[in-house]
């Protein structure tokens, strides 16, 4: 009895992002299943929750697996697959400032507080930075 092949995948990140805050997702690698590999080609399963239907797309093989990666020219740039990956990728994971020791630290600069106006100006603005590029809670 043979054993099945494994299964392969490429990978693409879905970096999808809503025109306001509310709806922020942070970006996370999807994987498309192999389906067929040929001399010229890798084909695989494109299809993702919103699409109604199972479309498959292809790259071009040598390029992928020369380089590591690929554009697909023929998807649209916030599509997942529109750059793929033979491995999955290393995501940037921002990490979220805390809000509240940047608060205490504006208030310990505070010139009422034996701060210096400067002190005071700058903690402010690092804290009204952070407080603004902040997602908003769902």
């Known amino acids: 009895m043979t054993t099945p092949a494994p299964i392969e995948y490429l990978y693409g990140v879905d970096s999808s992002v ?26 695989y399963v494109a299809s993702e929750d919103w699409e109604a239907r199972r479309r498959t797309g292809f790259v071009n093989r040598q390029r992928i697996e020369a380089d590591g990666e690929v554009y697909q020219r023929n998807r649209h740039w916030s599509a997942p697959d529109f750059h ?55």
């Open 84 to 138: 793929l990956y033979l491995n999955p990728p290393e995501l940037q994971q921002h990490a979220k400032p805390d809000l509240a020791a940047l608060r205490a630290a504006m208030a310990a600069a505070h010139p009422d507080r034996g701060g210096s106006n400067e002190a005071f100006i700058a903690a402010r603005q690092r804290y009204e930075k952070a407080r603004t590029e902040q997602p908003a809670a769902a």
């Open 18 to 43: 809503a025109d306001d805050n509310r709806f922020y997702e942070p970006p996370r690698v999807v994987k498309f299943q192999i389906t067929k590999k040929t001399a010229k080609r890798i084909y």
